[in-house]
C-alpha cells in the first residue's frame, strides 16, 4: 500500500501529468463540462415538471416513485445503453446518462420547495387579486428558491461523482486517469489509479463547498430554519 501511495505523489507531482493535452488541467475541464451540461439538461426537464407538479400540489407520490425508480438503474447500465444509440460513443452519450441520475432529486425537491410554501401567504396573494401565474413567479417561486439551489447542489454533487465511470464508454473527464492507470496494472498503475481517484474526491467536495456557499447566499435567514425541517420531512411531504 505504501508502494502505491508513493507512486500516486509522484505522478501527481510530474508537471507533464498536470499540463499535456489530456493531463489533469484538460481533463478536468472535460469533467466539468459534461457535468455541467448534464445538470443542466436535467434542470431544463425536472424544474418546470417540479414547478407544475407543485403548484397545483400533485404528482408527490408520483415523484418517489420516480426518484426510486432512477436509483434502482445501475449507472454503468445507462452509460453503456446510450453509446448504443445515435448519439454513439463519446461525451454526449455521457452527458445523457448522467441527466438521467441529476433529475430525481431537482425533481423532488422542486415539487417539494413548491408544496412548502406557507398556505397563508399564497392564500393573501390570492386575496389580493393576483392570478395563478402571478402567484407562482411573485410568490411561490422566490419562497421555493432555497429548495431548488438544494436540489441542485445535490444533482450537481452526484453528477460529478458518477461522471468519473463516463471514461469506461468513451467519455472524458478524470476517469481517463483511473482506466488508464488499471489498464497499466496495479502493480505499475496503482498509483495513478489512486490520484484519479483522490482528483475526483477533491474536485466533489470542492464543488460541494461552492455550491454549499450559493446555497446559503440565496437562503433568506428567517428560511434557514424552516428549510432545514421540511428537508427532514421532505419524504413523508412528498408521498402525501
Same mark, same amino acid.
Given at each position: 500500500?505504501?508502494?502505491?501511495?508513493?507512486?500516486?505523489?509522484? &505522478?501527481?507531482?510530474?508537471?507533464?501529468?498536470?499540463?499535456?493535452?489530456?493531463?489533469?488541467?484538460?481533463?478536468? &475541464?472535460?469533467?466539468? &463540462?459534461?457535468?455541467?451540461?448534464?445538470? @443542466?439538461?436535467?434542470?431544463?426537464? @425536472?424544474?418546470?415538471?417540479?414547478?407544475?407538479?407543485? %403548484? %397545483?400540489? #400533485? !404528482? !408527490?407520490?408520483?415523484?418517489? !416513485?420516480?426518484?426510486?425508480?432512477?436509483?434502482?438503474?445501475?449507472?454503468? /447500465?445507462?452509460?453503456?445503453? *446510450?453509446?448504443?444509440?445515435?448519439?454513439?460513443?463519446?461525451? &454526449?452519450?455521457?452527458?445523457?446518462?448522467?441527466?438521467?441520475?441529476?433529475?430525481?432529486?431537482?425533481?423532488?425537491?422542486?415539487?417539494?420547495?413548491? +408544496?412548502?410554501?406557507?398556505?397563508?401567504?399564497?392564500?393573501?396573494?390570492? $386575496?389580493?387579486?393576483?392570478?395563478?401565474?402571478?402567484?407562482?413567479? +411573485?410568490?411561490?417561486?422566490?419562497?421555493?428558491?432555497?429548495?431548488?439551489?438544494? =436540489?441542485? #447542489?445535490?444533482?450537481?454533487?452526484?453528477?460529478?461523482?458518477? /461522471?468519473?465511470?463516463?471514461?469506461?464508454? $468513451? !467519455?472524458? =473527464?478524470?476517469?481517463?486517469?483511473?482506466?488508464?492507470? *488499471?489498464?497499466? $496494472?496495479?502493480?505499475?498503475? =496503482? $498509483?495513478?489509479?489512486?490520484?484519479?481517484?483522490?482528483?475526483?474526491?477533491?474536485?466533489?467536495?470542492?464543488?460541494? =463547498?461552492?455550491?454549499?456557499?450559493?446555497?446559503?447566499?440565496?437562503?433568506?435567514?428567517?428560511?434557514? %430554519?424552516? +428549510?432545514?425541517?421540511?428537508? #427532514?420531512?421532505?419524504?413523508?411531504?412528498?408521498?402525501?
Amino acid at each position: 500500500m505504501s508502494s502505491i501511495v508513493s507512486q500516486a505523489w509522484v &505522478w501527481l507531482n510530474d508537471p507533464l501529468n498536470w499540463t499535456n493535452s489530456d493531463g489533469i488541467l484538460a481533463l478536468t &475541464w472535460q469533467h466539468l &463540462w459534461i457535468s455541467a451540461a448534464s445538470v @443542466a439538461i436535467g434542470c431544463a426537464i @425536472a424544474w418546470p415538471i417540479g414547478i407544475w407538479l407543485g %403548484h %397545483h400540489g #400533485r !404528482g !408527490g407520490g408520483l415523484v418517489v !416513485g420516480v426518484s426510486n425508480l432512477t436509483r434502482a438503474i445501475p449507472t454503468l /447500465a445507462l452509460l453503456s445503453i *446510450f453509446p448504443l444509440t445515435i448519439l454513439g460513443f463519446g461525451a &454526449w452519450s455521457a452527458v445523457a446518462a448522467l441527466a438521467v441520475f441529476a433529475i430525481p432529486p431537482l425533481l423532488a425537491n422542486a415539487v417539494l420547495g413548491l +408544496r412548502e410554501v406557507d398556505p397563508s401567504a399564497r392564500d393573501a396573494a390570492y $386575496g389580493m387579486g393576483l392570478s395563478g401565474w402571478q402567484v407562482l413567479f +411573485r410568490v411561490e417561486l422566490p419562497l421555493s428558491v432555497p429548495y431548488l439551489a438544494s =436540489g441542485f #447542489r445535490t444533482a450537481a454533487v452526484q453528477v460529478v461523482a458518477t /461522471a468519473t465511470l463516463a471514461a469506461l464508454v $468513451g !467519455g472524458p =473527464g478524470l476517469g481517463k486517469i483511473i482506466n488508464e492507470g *488499471f489498464g497499466l $496494472g496495479i502493480a505499475s498503475g =496503482g $498509483g495513478q489509479v489512486l490520484a484519479g481517484g483522490l482528483l475526483v474526491v477533491v474536485l466533489c467536495l470542492l464543488v460541494e =463547498g461552492v455550491l454549499v456557499l450559493v446555497e446559503r447566499a440565496v437562503t433568506p435567514r428567517p428560511l434557514r %430554519h424552516t +428549510r432545514r425541517r421540511g428537508r #427532514r420531512a421532505s419524504k413523508p411531504a412528498l408521498a402525501r
